[in-house]
T-cell receptor, first 111, second 113 residues
Framework: GQSLEQPSEVTAVEGAIVQINCTYQTSGFYGLSWYQQHDGGAPTFLSYNALDGLEETGRFSSFLSRSDSYGYLLLQELQMKDSASYFCAVRANQAGTALIFGKGTTLSVSS | DSGVTQTPKHLITATGQRVTLRCSPRSGDLSVYWYQQSLDQGLQFLIQ???????AKGNILERFSAQQFPDLHSELNLSSLELGDSALYFC????????????FGPGTRLLVL
């Protein structure tokens, strides 16, 4: 089966940098995804890493190390609107592209 | 707006009842996924359909069933409802541009009393 571990909560101030870690255990690995969810809203896709290294998209970056079964999401120049839950996810199996999500990390950004 | 629509937005019903949740995927997406989100269980994968066929199953209870129709919309049927089925049910779709990116609908909030 699959399992993912990520911190339950992270707090930071506006303008700061925060890193949300994710470690995973999977029977097969097909990439690590990150989703953002504002309170009561729908999850929205942030990034996907299939290979080792850093992927940068604006203020957000995502890193993967397959040998360590580890990834992180890096959020820079934090803004109040970044306050949300962040989920890492892996593919459920080879046949489908459904996702298994971690429990989520709640990020609170204060001024 | 993700392009995925779900109806209804809210549903209040009683234990033992049956409900149907509806999802229309983004135009061009062939895959539809159903997820359940509750406070204690987080975001859990239920079932995936691809172009009308069941592709993968997750933690879907036997009381729940789903199908995808020829026009690619999908329905999730929940029967013999229990208090613990109260949750947010999301539909997501993928495939038109990237099979790894899932686009989530706004969800249906189900409350079983």
């Amino acid at each position: 089966g699959q399992s993912l571990e990520q911190p339950s909560e992270v707090t930071a101030v506006e303008g700061a940098i925060v890193q949300i870690n994710c470690t995973y255990q999977t029977s097969g690995f097909y990439g690590l995804s990150w989703y953002q969810q504002h309170d009561g809203g729908a999850p929205t896709f942030l990034s996907y890493n299939a290979l080792d290294g850093l992927e940068e998209t604006g203020r957000f970056s995502s890193f993967l190390s397959r040998s360590d079964s580890y990834g992180y999401l890096l959020l820079q120049e934090l803004q109040m609107k970044d306050s949300a839950s962040y989920f890492c996810a892996v593919r459920a199996n080879q046949a489908g592209t459904a996702l298994i999500f971690g429990k989520g990390t709640t990020l609170s950004v204060s001024s | 707006d993700s392009g995925v629509t779900q109806t209804p937005k809210h549903l209040i019903t009683a234990t033992g009842q049956r409900v149907t949740l509806r999802c229309s995927p983004r135009s061009g997406d062939l895959s539809v996924y159903w997820y359940q989100q509750s406070l204690d269980q987080g975001l859990q994968f239920l079932i995936q359909y691809y172009n009308g066929e069941e592709r993968a199953k997750g933690n879907i209870l036997e009381r729940f069933s789903a199908q995808q129709f020829p026009d690619l919309h999908s329905e999730l049927n929940l029967s013999s409802l229990e208090l613990g089925d109260s949750a947010l049910y999301f539909c997501a779709s993928s495939g038109r541009d990237s099979r790894e990116t899932q686009y989530f609908g706004p969800g249906t909030r189900l409350l079983v009393l």
